[in-house]
């Protein structure tokens, strides 16, 4: 019998709820009277705060009117990925994770990192680094059915994993967290991309970057509080996308 390499991560003190009460949380957000008469205009909106938020968490300040062109570089490529991230490009996308993930975060990369690479044989490559390489392929084990634990759960450990590994030159947050929206698609967690659990890590900058490190070390504690930020992010988010949605009827 083969044994779910994430399965002990369920048996960490608070993880198993706090990953109950994110999917409850988007579930419920899905069945919003709005959302269920059309929720791309709800998704949308949440693709314009996540785009902001994960560029903020990068460093980049401000906000930008719907009628402005996106000059910053980093700000341009979360909106490209927010934007694959939506209607009949998310189902595009997830259909590509799904079957070869390492595919679907070279794409995610091209959309990040093409205003910000100098070397354009960079884009959607990953640095030519052995453990680097190993641990994608582990994680593409992962998103492709090794593992059945809870989806809030997965997403957080591929959002740690691309996060700590920073497998690309550079643009590697926005992809993590752009990864994690697609676990989230991909397993029916959030499959319209409606939560925006960025704006909750935007604005516990400091927490996320402690956790994320805590995450890397690999320690029991270190996972835990990484994968309880992650899931409260998640059900902060949905929060989020119940604002939204209320905003419409």
Same mark, same amino acid.
């Given at each position: 019998?083969?044994?779910?390499?994430?399965?002990?991560?369920?048996?960490?003190?608070?993880?198993?709820?706090?990953?109950?009460?994110?999917?409850?949380?988007?579930?419920?957000? &899905?069945?919003?009277?709005?959302?269920?008469?059309? %929720?791309?205009?709800? !998704?949308?909106?949440?693709? %314009?705060?996540?785009?902001?938020?994960?560029?903020?968490?990068?460093?980049?300040?401000?906000?930008?009117?719907?009628?402005?062109?996106?000059?910053?570089?980093?700000?341009?490529?979360?909106?490209?990925?927010?934007?694959?991230?939506?209607?009949?490009?998310?189902? /595009?996308?997830?259909?590509?994770?799904?079957?070869?993930?390492? /595919?679907?975060?070279?794409?995610? &990369?091209?959309?990040?990192?093409?205003?910000?690479?100098?070397?354009?044989?960079?884009?959607?490559?990953?640095?030519?680094?052995?453990?680097? !390489?190993?641990?994608?392929?582990?994680?593409?084990?992962?998103?492709?059915?090794?593992? !059945?634990?809870?989806?809030?759960?997965?997403?957080?450990?591929?959002?740690?994993?691309?996060?700590?590994?920073?497998?690309?030159?550079?643009?590697?947050?926005?992809?993590?967290?752009?990864?994690?929206?697609?676990?989230?698609?991909?397993?029916?967690?959030?499959? &319209? !991309?409606?939560?925006?659990?960025?704006?909750? %890590?935007?604005?516990?900058?400091?927490?996320?970057?402690?956790?994320?490190?805590?995450?890397?070390?690999?320690?029991?504690?270190?996972?835990?509080? %990484?994968?309880?930020?992650?899931?409260?992010?998640?059900?902060?988010?949905?929060?989020?996308?119940?604002?939204?949605?209320?905003?419409?009827?």
């Amino acid at each position: 019998m083969t044994t779910d390499p994430l399965a002990p991560l369920l048996d960490l003190p608070g993880v198993a709820a706090a990953a109950d009460e994110a999917r409850d949380a988007l579930s419920s957000v &899905h069945r919003h009277p709005v959302n269920m008469r059309g %929720w791309l205009d709800t !998704s949308t909106e949440a693709s %314009w705060r996540t785009a902001h938020s994960s560029a903020g968490i990068e460093g980049v300040a401000g906000s930008l009117r719907r009628d402005e062109d996106v000059e910053d570089p980093v700000l341009g490529g979360a909106m490209r990925v927010a934007l694959a991230l939506t209607g009949d490009s998310l189902d /595009q996308l997830v259909s590509v994770w799904t079957r070869a993930p390492l /595919q679907a975060l070279a794409r995610l &990369h091209l959309l990040v990192a093409a205003d910000l690479v100098t070397d354009p044989d960079t884009l959607g490559r990953p640095r030519t680094d052995p453990d680097v !390489s190993q641990r994608l392929d582990m994680l593409a084990q992962l998103v492709t059915g090794g593992t !059945s634990v809870a989806a809030p759960v997965l997403a957080g450990v591929v959002h740690g994993e691309l996060l700590t590994l920073a497998p690309f030159t550079t643009g590697n947050g926005v992809v993590a967290r752009a990864a994690a929206r697609l676990v989230a698609a991909s397993t029916g967690l959030d499959p &319209h !991309s409606l939560g925006v659990p960025e704006v909750t %890590w935007l604005r516990r900058i400091d927490e996320y970057r402690t956790a994320a490190i805590g995450f890397g070390s690999g320690t029991g504690d270190g996972v835990r509080e %990484w994968l309880t930020l992650h899931c409260a992010a998640l059900t902060a988010g949905a929060t989020e996308a119940r604002s939204i949605a209320d905003a419409r009827r």
